[in-house]
């Protein structure tokens, strides 16, 4: 059934990027994205999801006894945190993936950025990062986005399906790199010229104090946005959502959404008025 307020995006791309922890809970995934990819598509919104795997990923790296080591918010990524990357975002987070939207009747295709080219990646260089001091930092095997396939989005589209992708992409000499799955879903919903994008986690919006969901921020300017990054009410891994969003504003995307899973239909109203249940992000 189409929602009331939607109608106007009709033709239109929304990206939606979900934490790999919500994948840990497909019913509850089902009932919030899944209803609300569901809803979009009714209204005849395009619909593409891109999911990272963090805590899969480091549940996997304990288990076979290496460390995760992260780097101003970033997984830095040597090779064997590469291989442990493929197998947790191409398998286990895809799969539980597919079944939540599969539960919510919505027809997924899951895969990640490297088949058939739909992402092109190029390893990042080493650069000064927000909260790694003043020194370019070297992330390892992580890649910069050079290129999506819009056609092919496209395409997918009107076979009737929603493209899901795991954050790895790679180059024409067949190397696979991790990204960071909010750059993912900036870099596509850029390209897409998508009217929203939404980044999608346990977390309700921005927060004046982390500890405190009350003090969740409606709205955000680049201005307000960069003065609450170097006085430090935003920190950890919330400074590369916000960096990615704000730098994706410059570039077309009409509205950046952060938003939570409380209650499970938060996504779907976010979208309908902008800041009534995350923070959306405002090019003013």
């Known amino acids: 059934m189409a929602v009331s307020g939607l109608a106007d995006f009709r033709g239109r791309w929304f990206v939606v990027k979900i934490g790999g922890e919500l994948a840990q809970d497909r019913p509850r995934l089902a009932a919030s994205v899944g209803a609300a990819v569901r809803a979009f598509r009714d209204a005849g919104i395009r619909v593409a999801v891109i999911h990272g795997g963090g805590p899969q990923a480091t549940e996997l790296q304990k288990?076979?006894?290496?460390?995760?080591?992260?780097?101003?918010?970033?997984?830095?990524t040597d090779e064997a945190t590469l291989e442990v990357m493929k197998m947790s975002?191409?398998?286990?987070?895809?799969?539980?993936?597919?079944?939540?939207?599969?539960?919510?009747?919505?027809?997924?295709?899951?895969?990640?950025?490297?088949?058939?080219?739909?992402?092109?990646?190029?390893?990042?260089?080493?650069?000064?990062?927000?909260?790694?001091?003043?020194?370019?930092?070297?992330?390892?095997?992580?890649?910069?986005?050079?290129?999506?396939?819009?056609?092919?989005?496209?395409?997918?589209?009107?076979?009737?399906?929603?493209?899901?992708?795991?954050?790895?992409?790679?180059?024409?000499?067949?190397?696979?790199?991790?990204?960071?799955?909010?750059?993912?879903?900036?870099?596509?919903?850029?390209?897409?010229?998508?009217?929203?994008?939404?980044?999608?986690?346990?977390?309700?919006?921005?927060?004046a104090n982390k500890d405190d969901a009350s003090t969740r921020l409606p709205t955000l300017t680049p201005i307000q946005a960069r003065e609450k990054i170097a006085n430090g009410v935003i920190q950890g891994g919330m400074i590369p959502k916000v960096e990615e969003s704000l730098e994706m504003l410059e570039e077309g995307i009409e509205a950046i959404h952060i938003v939570g899973l409380s209650p499970p239909d938060a996504l779907l109203h976010e979208a309908e008025r902008p800041g009534s249940h995350g923070t959306a992000f405002l090019r003013g």
């Open 63 to 76: 288990k076979l006894g290496l460390q995760p080591r992260m780097v101003a918010g970033r997984r830095y």
């Open 89 to 207: 975002l191409a398998g286990q987070v895809s799969v539980d993936v597919a079944a939540a939207f599969r539960l919510a009747g919505v027809p997924a295709l899951c895969t990640t950025g490297m088949s058939a080219g739909l992402i092109q990646a190029r390893r990042r260089p080493p650069k000064v990062m927000s909260g790694a001091g003043p020194e370019p930092v070297d992330l390892g095997l992580v890649g910069d986005v050079v290129g999506v396939d819009t056609d092919m989005f496209g395409r997918i589209a009107d076979a009737g399906l929603v493209p899901v992708l795991g954050s790895l992409a790679g180059d024409d000499q067949g190397q696979a790199f991790n990204i960071n799955a909010d750059t993912v879903a900036t870099r596509v919903a850029a390209k897409l010229g998508a009217a929203k994008l939404f980044l999608v986690s346990n977390v309700p919006g921005v927060l």
